[in-house]
């Protein structure tokens, strides 16, 4: 029996790197989406290596120890789905997937005991096509056709992103009211009425034709902020101040 | 009037960022995912940046002139919506979106004549609170919990990449036949007939119980693959080739 455990994301292959910073980068990448199953295929430096440590920003001290293995094949072995990250077309008879629907698409089979692994070939060169040949899929990050080259790390930040979003449960939008509940409509109201009041007495108000259309885009304007109680509260005291600073004024001016 | 054309994909404003090989990654991300608006708040280092110029390896001659401003204010002068990035939570009331959603939403907002920002503060300390202050929103990328800081381009990356994504049309999954059309069911069924005819001559079907059952296996797999014609016409020829070493030898065992 399998450890489904140790299967429960996918593994991170990298083939022949030739830089120790970034096979440390797409650790930290890895790390940052919750990926920590990272292989290298005969890597050109020895292993440990110091500069992949150090790029890593301690990311090694959070996984399983990185293994290396002389071949592809041997990397490969007890997975069940392997994707290919490419970006050139390979010409090649297989399903080709963007990094969104793999990540879908590799959650799925996870949750059907799959073991899955996407594979990046060596900086500059990519993957070579005996090692295509060996996966299941072309995984591919759609990006700007005029400037597509991506950084290894880049590349393997971008699908491990899309691993942890096809899981990921945040709210796409939110308001953070800092503590304070949103006002309700008779809070927001009692201060349309306060401000209003203000605005008459000091004679902003005081074109009678044009008062209606001033006081409803001035409500308007405060509707479209969606005010917490708290923000309601400093308005009724800048408003309060104010109107004491004129009234002091006028006290002034009639000394 | 503004010049539309200008404001047809976000800006990417960087303040106080310390060191050029993080602007010159970001210029390259940014490229990477169609973004070319770059401007720099009170960068640390003098402006050009020799560092910056060899990690954007060759973005910068694709880009518009980088824009240095002394303040914030400045550099967002001319925007009408301005999304902060920021990793940890500011107690401010303020909208708080995730990337994915804020590329929507930008997309949404140029659509209508809006002119946006995305702001990234400095490598480590991120965007101080009175810079935040001056945005719309609060812009999150929902990593690993446990290890979620990102190095300033792979942020900018996740950023432009979602931008990026929200207006790709690349269907998500499509099949690379190399050249060749898929197999019609007609091209398919000749081809089991071959096979079968073949496996019956030899002698691998000869258990007549078991018979049934394995022809059927033996089509599922085949449907399976999703063979192209090219593929079809291989296997012909790989059954015949087979099938003539078996007659050979047979010739040769009788010799």
Not at 167 to 178: E, F, I, R, S, V
Not at 229 to 239: D, I, M, P, S
């Amino acid at each position: 029996m399998s450890d489904s455990s140790k299967h429960a994301s996918p593994a991170i292959i990298l083939v022949t790197p030739q830089m120790g910073e970034n096979i440390g980068a797409s650790a930290r990448a890895m790390l940052n989406c919750g990926l920590t199953d990272l292989r290298l295929v005969d890597p050109r430096d020895e292993w440990p290596n110091i500069k992949a440590e150090r790029a890593a920003v301690g990311a090694f001290e959070m996984m399983p120890p990185v293994k290396v293995f002389a071949t592809t094949s041997e990397a490969l072995a007890d997975l069940t789905y392997v994707y290919a990250a490419t970006a050139r077309d390979r010409k090649m008879a297989k399903p080709i997937v963007t990094a969104r629907y793999a990540a879908t698409e590799a959650k799925d089979k996870i949750a059907a005991d799959g073991r899955i692994g996407f594979m990046f070939g060596a900086e500059r060169m990519g993957l070579v096509n005996d090692d295509v040949s060996l996966a299941d899929a072309l995984v591919t990050v759609p990006l700007n056709p005029e400037f597509s080259s991506l950084n290894l790390a880049q590349a393997v930040l971008l699908v491990g992103y899309e691993w942890q979003m096809a899981g990921d449960a945040t709210p796409p939008t939110q308001l953070d009211t800092n503590g304070s509940p949103l006002a309700t409509k008779e809070q927001l109201f009692d201060f349309f009425a306060h401000f209003e009041r203000e605005l008459d007495a000091c004679g902003f108000l005081r074109n009678e034709e044009a008062r209606p259309n001033m006081v409803r885009n001035l409500r308007n304007m405060w509707s479209r902020a969606h005010l917490t109680e708290q923000e309601v509260r400093t308005l009724h005291g800048v408003v309060k101040e104010l109107s004491s600073l004129r009234e002091a004024r006028g006290r002034k001016t009639q000394d």
